[in-house]
């Protein structure tokens, strides 16, 4: 069985409290408002719950092993989650698990409410981990590509130390624009 390189012990810290910094900022940032939160593939964490407690929160998992409030698949239309439901998603650390990353966007984007938030994050040079099974990595095109319909407030990277141009991860902050329906050949991305 393979083990983590020590590149990935040195940085776990490092990319955890990246995450946990753009969790405290954004609460801060939409403390003024409020409303329904759903937070995907919460397992045992408590940090959106603690940082949003203007927000009343329910849970989605695939599993309920953690006993969410919803379990299902986000990649795929839950009819018990009706449209524009949610003021604000976290789905952080999850889309690299799914199966169809395109599919689980699409799911978030019809039940947050136009306007509202979405929080978002995954790594990029990081090793595979669980739970399994773990497909994707984004690079900042590749959001950009995969949050094509919404509009991009924040994209939060926390750089590789030593090495430019392969960072360990991104958190991305969104709004949910639902009169956005961009084509492939209308996406503009940034020159690195």
């Known amino acids: 069985m393979a083990t983590p390189s020590q590149f990935d012990n040195d940085t776990f810290e490092l990319a955890r409290d990246h995450l946990n910094a753009f969790i405290t900022k954004t609460a801060e940032r939409l403390a003024e408002g409020g409303g329904k939160m759903l937070e995907v593939g919460p397992q045992d964490r408590s940090m959106v719950r603690d940082r949003f407690a203007n927000f009343a929160i329910d849970t ?3 599993v309920d092993k953690y006993r969410p409030t919803f379990v299902g698949d986000i990649t795929k239309h839950n009819d018990f989650i009706a449209d524009n439901t949610y003021d604000c998603v976290a789905c952080l650390e999850v889309l690299e698990h799914t199966l169809n990353p395109f ?8 039940i947050l409410k136009d306007g509202g938030h979405l929080l978002v994050s995954a790594p990029l040079n990081w090793r595979i981990h669980g739970p399994i099974p773990d497909c994707w990595r984004f690079t900042e095109h590749g959001w950009t590509a995969l949050l094509r319909d919404f509009d991009i407030v924040e994209i ?3 750089e590789t130390p030593g090495r430019e141009l392969f960072p360990i991860k991104y958190n991305v902050l969104a709004r949910c624009n639902k009169q956005k329906n961009l084509r492939d050949d209308e996406l503009a991305f940034r020159y690195i």
């Open 103 to 110: 599919e689980a966007v699409k799911e978030l984007r019809r």
């Open 156 to 158: 939060d990277i926390l």
């Open 60 to 62: 989605f998992d695939i």
